[in-house]
């Protein structure tokens, strides 16, 4: 089976996952990238193995976006920290707009969140001033 045809049977086999990361763009996630480098491993003919060299790029392509992804998370936490005390302009998850001085911030899967003197869950891209 060669490379191309594993990765076909493996992106069929593999089960979509909710906990996977998923691109802005709908791509595939982590956990999604690593089930198919696995069922690629498993579908391969032991007596014609596949080229080593294109396991080596999958996993260093796996590796930059994973570290690009932590970057960019290290990133938006870093902005929230850094507007803990500071009093903001944002608009509201439920409609409208609030205003309010930031007590905390959260890692969450969606992203940082803020909490705006006791309303939490406010997306840092919400926040529209800072005063």
Do not use: C, W
Request: charged share 10%.
């Amino acid at each position: 089976m060669t490379t191309t045809e594993a990765t076909a049977h493996a992106a069929a086999a593999a089960p979509a996952s909710s906990s996977s990361r998923a691109g802005s763009a709908g791509g595939l996630g982590q956990n999604d990238f690593l089930k198919l480098m696995i069922a690629q491993l498993q579908a391969q003919d032991p007596l014609s193995p596949g080229n080593t060299n294109e396991y080596i790029s999958e996993l260093a392509q796996f590796t930059q976006v994973e570290q690009t992804t932590n970057l960019a998370s290290a990133s938006q936490l870093s902005a929230g920290v850094q507007l803990i005390g500071h009093t903001v302009d944002y608009a509201s998850p439920t409609g409208g707009t609030g205003t309010g001085k930031v007590t905390s911030v959260q890692s969450t899967a969606e992203g940082t969140t803020l909490t705006i003197e006791g309303v939490s869950g406010i997306a840092l891209t919400a926040i529209t001033q800072v005063q």
